[in-house]
């Protein structure tokens, strides 16, 4: 991998290297959203840098004066291309730079991190939740149906989705509210009504769609990749009291809808390309549809960290619970975008696919608690003495994500959320 500087200066063990510019939105005080690249500790503003004209010979000017990417995610690969490379000769020191960005006045181009709030930097019309890791299926499969086989049928055929809630999908460090709704304890003749008392977590990465296609024109796996744009770490989080007690027959609904937390960066696909390797074999073949050729596994370390209050309280450090690893998923992303629009289903740019808990095959490698405590059987030892079956009020649990090589760091930043009680 070919060494490249930047002249913003880059920490050490930085998430957002100039391998990685990651696009994002942020906004100061009370002002408007503006699009943004990660560097180091900055953010280059877009709006700033399409108004100074040094986007002007790749798109219009407008595609990057508006709150939200969905105008450039509808451009496509070639235009996603040129100014990722645009935008690198800006920031870099060596032959290939572009000094246009560092004669200016650069004070007008960045901004600290640290002086900005993240938001959703994407409309998202649609949000899909996929189940692809087979080792959470085995494990979910043991835990809810003990007699049977852990896997359905079906799983080694097709990947198993559902269609979530994409109006409440927030950004990382927002408060997530402790549902309330029906479950039904186990050997109770009715359900009741209250606060969740199994709340988890789950642990995913998501794509961001690019072009949409039309009505009744599947996208095939062999051109996913035009159609994904980057990723984001996911935590789909899940009530399963409620979960168990309304899934049957057609899936999760409110035990997911209330909240989805993502990571404020999307990592480009073009920075994980580093990172790709071929994927699991799966047996059986696949069905022609969903044959998808290439390095679709990505080498993505993956960790959970978990605060109490009490910990908080205490200047405890966050607590890792889990350590995993992307590259084991079962399905991949253009198996799961061809299977999706395999009906003619109209995918639209802007669109969330998360690819379902990921979890690895020791204990210390689950992506929920449901996995890591067993159903609650063992609870997780805390630091200060505490223990956790589920999430308690208070309690703040952070993703984090990174793919690393050398100096080569491309790193998803995070994605946080603490829990505030049932109102
Ligand atoms: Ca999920």
Redesign the pocket.
């Given at each position: 991998m070919p060494h490249i500087e930047s002249w913003i200066p880059v920490p050490r063990g930085s998430d957002f290297s100039i391998y990685n510019l990651p696009y994002g939105a942020f906004a100061r005080g009370i002002g408007a959203a503006h699009l943004g690249v990660a560097i180091g500790t900055q953010i280059l503003d877009l709006h700033a840098l399409a108004s100074a004209g040094l986007l002007d010979d790749i798109c219009d000017r407008g595609v990057f004066q508006q709150p939200t990417l969905n105008a450039f995610l509808a451009l496509g690969r070639a235009v996603w291309r040129q100014t990722r490379l645009r935008i690198a000769a800006l920031l870099r020191t060596d032959d290939a730079a572009d000094g246009r960005l560092r004669a200016l006045d650069v004070s007008k181009f960045f901004v600290e991190q640290s002086q900005a709030r993240m938001v959703v930097p994407v409309a998202i019309g649609d949000y899909v939740?996929?189940?692809s890791s087979m080792q959470h299926a085995t494990n979910l499969g043991k835990i809810f149906r003990p007699n049977g086989e852990p896997l359905t049928e079906n799983w080694r055929h097709l990947p198993i989705g559902y269609h979530g809630r994409a109006s409440t999908i927030v950004i990382d460090g927002t408060p997530v509210m402790r549902p309330q709704g029906q479950r039904k304890p186990p050997g109770s003749s009715a359900p009741t009504f209250g606060p969740s008392t199994r709340l988890d977590i789950?642990l995913?990465i998501g794509f961001i769609t690019g072009p949409g296609n039309r009505l009744g024109h599947p996208i095939p796996a062999a051109k996913a990749r035009e159609h994904i744009f980057g990723l984001v770490l996911v935590n789909?989080w899940?009530a399963r009291d409620i979960q168990a007690w309304e899934y049957q027959p057609l899936g999760?609904f409110l035990g997911?809808s209330f909240a989805t937390t993502i990571s404020p960066w999307i990592v480009p696909l073009d920075a994980l390309d580093p990172f790709a390797l071929t994927p699991p074999v799966q047996q059986p073949e696949p069905l022609p549809y969903l044959q998808a050729h290439g390095r679709w596994a990505y080498d993505i370390h993956l960790e959970v960290d978990l605060q109490s209050a009490k910990m908080r309280k205490a200047g405890l450090a966050p607590q890792t619970i889990s350590r995993t690893n992307f590259k084991e998923m079962y399905w991949t992303m253009a198996q799961q975008l061809a299977h999706v629009t395999i009906n003619g289903t109209a995918m639209r740019p802007g669109d969330l696919y998360?690819s379902?808990?990921i979890s690895g095959s020791t204990p210390e490698s689950y992506g929920s608690f449901i996995e890591l405590t067993w159903n609650g059987e063992r609870p997780l030892e805390l630091a200060g003495g505490e223990r956790r079956a589920f999430l308690e009020d208070g309690d703040t649990v952070t993703l984090r994500g990174w793919c690393e090589a050398g100096e080569y760091r491309v790193g998803f930043g995070r994605a946080s959320g603490t829990i505030s009680p049932a109102r």
């Open positions: 939740d996929f189940y789950e995913e789909d899940s999760p997911k998360a379902g808990t």
